[in-house]
């Protein structure tokens, strides 16, 4: 009997993959000098997570590097919430972008987030999966994330550094122009907090 069990689940699983549909890939779908389609990359300047209108999307540099996005175009900052705040690719692992929170609450007042946003096309159920975040120098303290609908928090966690962390939950029935926010900031210091990250947006079919 535990045989023919096990046997049912292996040849469900296929099934059971093929139910949702990838619609967003945050590294794949990233592109130097314009955003991709439905995304947008910015960071909380004005004030709190969970307020998209404290929200303000990062630029380009006018020259120099491509694939890189800060707060005004320039690392560091000349705004001095933003610090070495970024986006940019990763050579080293393609499947996951690169990226830096703005400055801690001590410098900023409150956190500075780096933030992911898609806006979903069609309505549905929808879920952030086969996400990754991972803090790569030990001398940080770890970083901070958010998941967001709109104004509305999803989920949240810490990724302590030197480990990977993965990032993954659902987000519920959206309707068509709703906006995924996957936000992440420093803890206590902003201190060497450059981290890899990579996530899916899946859609139940």
């Known amino acids: 009997m535990k045989k023919i069990l096990i046997a049912a689940l292996f040849l469900l699983s296929p099934i059971l993959s093929h139910a949702q549909q990838v619609v967003a890939d945050l590294a794949a779908d990233f592109q130097a000098g314009a955003f991709p389609s439905g995304w947008e990359y910015s960071w909380n300047e004005e004030g709190v997570l969970g307020d998209d209108s404290n929200y303000k999307a990062l630029v380009p540099p006018a020259s120099g590097e491509r694939g890189l996005w800060t707060a005004d175009g320039v690392i560091p900052s000349g705004q001095k919430e933003a610090g070495y705040l970024q986006v940019r690719t990763n050579r080293d692992d393609p499947a996951k972008l690169m990226a830096h929170p703005g400055r801690a609450a001590n410098i900023a007042g409150q ?95």
């Open 111 to 205: 956190p500075k987030y780096v933030i992911f946003s898609f806006s979903v096309q069609e309505p549905g159920s929808y879920r952030v999966a086969n996400g990754e975040i991972l803090v790569k120098n030990d001398a940080s303290d770890g970083v901070d994330y958010a998941v967001y609908v709109g104004n509305t928090l999803k989920f949240s966690g810490e990724a302590a550094p030197a480990k990977e962390k993965k990032l993954s939950g659902d987000l519920g029935t959206l309707a068509a122009g709703d906006k995924i926010y996957v936000c992440v900031g420093p803890n206590a210091s902003d201190t060497s907090d450059q981290f890899t990250i990579g996530y899916q947006i899946v859609k139940d079919k």
